[in-house]
């Protein structure tokens, strides 16, 4: 983690407004270019497949004329030089045979689904398939996804295959199993032994991912991880200026990347880290639907990696300082509608959440005495029902809350003064009572607590959330072990 002075600074000084999601304006199409060249601005729902059918020119020249190397990766908003100067001609007819009644023109894929299957009930071949929706890799598909196709026989039952009596709507991924969990999020892991006998199970590291770099990189992560007994959750993120340069480009860099990280064996990945503010996500586009963008591709090559990895939502900063940084921070209320409205439920099996500013026990829903006392962020309580509230499928996964306190280091810093009084003990006292709610709630999957072992102390006290005091001690472990029932 890495405590904000922007949000400190937004919500102790500044009045603001909470928003809700402002619709993206409508995107033009078809705008004129170079000589010999249209440009197709990409709507929701299309692929390269349905684009060149329009324009006539085919998939290879679209992906030449854009440096695309993955077909099946191209998002909203995203523009496309249309080659040799083509035209949209009126809507061609396919060169395959007419479809009888019977068979529809699009298909809905199903847990389970696999291309030859669908094939064979719809009368054609899994190639044409492909072919129809620009499928590169015929071995990934996902449930939700929209197949067109392009023409058969008529359904052909098959006693392997489910049999559904209609094309089901667009689905979410099914939910993953598992109870509560409790885990760290650490440093150096110097105190596994004390981890495991407070009833932590997992173990979170922030790997830092630059564009080149193999995913062996997060081998020795694993393998500690592996050694000590613990689950791992890997928060990875990436460089915003390298992401600001060519989004798309890198974006399928990332999920590349996290894919491969999944094969590897990490049980869960949490795509990116706070993009709702310029640290994390390149100014001037901040917003939850260009998120979901990344969180789309990651996720879908994780799950063809590796389908037992948990996949979480990068939990945005909690802030309310968007109107005075206008570019640099979106609220993170604002945020998460934005990934709802962009369908980011389809793509997480968990809702990242960060709670880090916490001055008061986690029952509270008022009386906070800073500025703004009565914003969301302030209290454990009201952050937990705007997520909830926002991705109702989904479970949460808290992958960082934590309580500063400056006891055994002296003064806190200017910008976490608001945390002076805040002693050792409250802060036991108050992650007990939170884990008993998460536990408690139904609603929260994983609990990271943030942190185990940090030991910086400067401009951005991290050792101050510590669990393990400078004493040694660790007043927080008997607590949350009592919490936990253990």
């Excluded at 196709?149 to 039952?157: N, S």
């Excluded at 990332?254 to 310029?278: H, S």
Aim: proline fraction near 11%; charged fraction near 15%.
């Amino acid at each position: 983690m890495i405590r904000r002075l922007v949000f400190v600074l937004s919500l102790m000084i500044f009045v603001f407004t909470l928003s809700t999601a402002t619709p993206t304006p409508a995107l033009a199409q078809d705008q004129p270019a170079a000589e010999g060249q249209t440009i197709h601005v990409v709507q929701r729902g299309e692929n390269l497949y349905r684009i060149s059918l329009r324009y006539n020119v085919s998939i290879a020249a679209i992906q030449a004329a854009n440096n695309i190397p993955n077909p099946n990766l191209i998002f909203a908003g995203q523009q496309l030089i249309i080659p040799s100067g083509a035209q949209p001609p009126t809507p061609p007819t396919p060169p395959t045979p007419t479809p009888s009644p019977d068979v529809p023109s699009t298909y809905t894929v199903v847990r389970g689904d696999t291309l030859a299957a669908i094939a064979r009930r719809f009368g054609t071949t899994f190639q044409a398939l492909a072919a129809a929706n620009g499928i590169a890799n015929p071995n990934l598909i996902f449930a939700g996804q929209v197949l067109n196709i392009p023409g058969g026989t008529g359904p052909t039952p098959d006693p392997g295959d489910p049999q559904p009596t209609a094309p089901p709507p667009p689905v979410d991924p099914p939910p993953m199993t598992g109870g509560f969990e409790l885990g760290g999020h650490v440093q150096d892991f110097r105190f596994p032994d004390l981890m495991r006998n407070t009833g932590m199970t997992w173990v979170k590291k922030q790997l830092v991912w630059q564009q080149g770099q193999p995913p062996s990189v997060a081998q020795g992560f694993i393998d500690q991880a592996r050694a000590n007994g613990f689950k791992l959750l890997l928060g990875i993120t990436g460089d915003p200026g390298q992401l600001g340069a060519n989004r798309q480009q890198y974006i399928q860099e990332y999920a590349t990347f996290v894919g491969q990280v999944a094969e590897l064996g990490v049980d869960a990945i949490e795509v990116w880290n706070e993009p709702n503010i310029d640290r994390q996500w390149p100014a001037g586009q901040i917003s939850g639907a260009a998120y979901t963008e990344m969180l789309r591709a990651a996720y879908n090559a994780i799950k063809a990696a590796n389908p037992n990895t948990m996949v979480i939502s990068g939990a945005p900063a909690p802030t309310g300082a968007e109107s005075a940084f206008p570019g640099r921070v979106v609220n993170d209320d604002r945020f998460i509608r934005e990934m709802a409205a962009a369908g980011a439920a389809n793509y997480m099996d968990c809702v990242g959440i960060h709670y880090n500013e916490g001055i008061l026990p986690p029952t509270a829903r008022s009386g906070d005495p800073r500025g703004n006392g009565t914003h969301y962020s302030r209290y454990y309580p009201t952050m937990v029902s705007l997520y909830s509230g926002t991705f109702p499928s989904r479970p949460l996964c808290f992958t960082e809350i934590g309580y500063l306190s400056p006891e055994g280091y002296g003064p806190l810093p200017p910008n976490f003064a608001w945390a002076g009084s805040v002693t050792a003990q409250q802060q036991a006292e108050w992650l007990g009572q939170a884990v008993t709610l998460a536990r408690n709630s139904g609603q929260v999957r994983l609990f990271i607590i943030w942190n185990v072992d940090f030991t910086n102390y400067g401009d951005d006290p991290q050792a101050g959330y510590a669990i393990v005091r400078p004493d040694g001690q660790c007043r927080a472990c008997a607590v949350i072990r009592a919490a936990l029932g253990n």
